[in-house]
T-cell receptor
Framework: RKEVEQDPGPFNVPEGATVAFNCTYSNSASQSFFWYRQDCRKEPKLLMSVYSSGNEDGRFTAQLNRASQYISLLIRDSKLSDSATYLCVVNPMDSSYKLIFGSGTRLLVRP | GAVVSQHPSWVICKSGTSVKIECRSLDFQATTMFWYRQFPKQSLMLMATSNEGSKATYEQGVEKDKFLINHASLTLSTLTVTSAHPEDSSFYIC????????????FGPGTRLTVT
């Protein structure tokens, strides 16, 4: 089983749609969770950290369910510029601070 | 915000030659940097953790003698791909951990390596 699993998509949605991505992780001791965004042939950029209480940043909402080891990202009112690959990232909480990346979910927002 | 640079942004080299890639944290100190590799349509795979002043920690399956890592200062880590082969062609990305924001990493823009 992969440490971090995501639906690869692609999700093809119209502008203005609401879309949700899910992610599961295997290490129950993991403590830090993130969503990164990666555009084609570019480096990943931090979109938001995910906190236990859930958090929102504008049109983006992230949720964490520790019991189910499940993380989600909700994007409301999708824009064309949201088209990218969204990476679910987990820190396995060892001393190395390394990050484990999911394979990414590709989002295509069409006019 | 935290900025990480990489040089070169792309490089083409011949089989058998070595290529050095630099990763710099521009506005913060990073005792730990990370090197990733990404093949087309795949996610980032961690190759090694670079520790300032000590030996790098390599992930399973990554040859330490082929991918030489040096982290000589708090703002610079280098990755040298030795005796490069076409299968080493990939997108190499570094990241640096900001000591002040323990679990967040900032990524460099990546280096696209093509070995002919």
């Amino acid at each position: 089983r992969k440490e971090v699993e995501q639906d690869p998509g692609p999700f093809n949605v119209p502008e203005g749609a609401t879309v949700a991505f899910n992610c599961t992780y295997s290490n129950s001791a993991s403590q830090s969770f993130f969503w990164y965004r990666q555009d084609c042939r570019k480096e990943p950029k931090l979109l938001m950290s995910v906190y236990s209480s859930g958090n929102e940043d504008g049109r983006f909402t992230a949720q964490l369910n520790r019991a189910s080891q499940y993380i989600s990202l909700l994007i409301r009112d999708s824009k064309l510029s949201d088209s990218a690959t969204y990476l679910c990232v987990v820190n396995p909480m060892d001393s190395s601070y390394k990050l484990i990346f999911g394979s990414g979910t590709r989002l295509l927002v069409r006019p | 915000g935290a900025v990480v640079s990489q040089h070169p942004s792309w490089v083409i080299c011949k089989s058998g030659t070595s290529v050095k890639i630099e990763c710099r944290s521009l506005d913060f100190q990073a005792t730990t940097m990370f090197w990733y590799r990404q093949f087309p349509k795949q996610s980032l795979m961690l190759m090694a953790t670079s520790n300032e002043g000590s030996k790098a920690t390599y992930e399973q399956g990554v040859e330490k003698d082929k991918f030489l890592i040096n982290h000589a200062s708090l703002t610079l880590s280098t990755l040298t791909v030795t005796s490069a082969h076409p299968e080493d062609s990939s997108f190499y990305i570094c990241s640096a951990r900001d000591e002040g924001r323990v679990y967040e990493q900032y990524f460099g823009p990546g280096t696209r390596l093509t070995v002919t």
